[in-house]
Nanobody
């Protein structure tokens, strides 16, 4: 049974930082690409960042480039999203997801497994 469990969300002031983690179990983690998505109230779930199976390739949506960093530890089966210089518009539920194809994708429907999400709230 595959499980992805996010942690690290919370309330932070604008300009602050948070570090999200996603712990995976029940899958061969090192063969999956991993992604982070977010969903704000009343909005579609949007892609934030992705990392290939090896960690050698990372991808970001334009609005977070230079502020967020995705990384992974295949030995620990974890993926992390370091979020700096947070803006109120970054407020959302953040989800990690696993993609069997391994190279990293921005397309929601290409991900096979999803976590339950963690709330990030950025106050102005």
């Amino acid at each position: 049974q595959v499980q992805l469990v996010e942690s690290g969300g919370g309330l932070v002031q604008a300009g602050g930082s948070l570090r999200l983690s996603c712990a995976a179990s029940g899958l061969t983690f090192s063969t999956y690409a991993m992604g982070w998505f977010r969903q704000a109230p009343g909005k579609e779930r949007e892609w934030v960042a992705a990392i290939s199976w090896s960690g050698g390739n990372t991808y970001y949506t334009d609005s977070v480039k230079g502020r967020f960093t995705i990384s992974r530890d295949n030995a620990k089966k974890t993926v992390t999203l370091q979020m700096n210089s947070l803006h109120p518009e970054d407020t959302a539920v953040y989800y990690c997801a696993a993609d069997f194809r391994g190279y990293g994708s921005s397309l929601r429907w290409e991900y096979d497994y999803w976590g339950q999400g963690t709330q990030v709230t950025v106050s102005s």
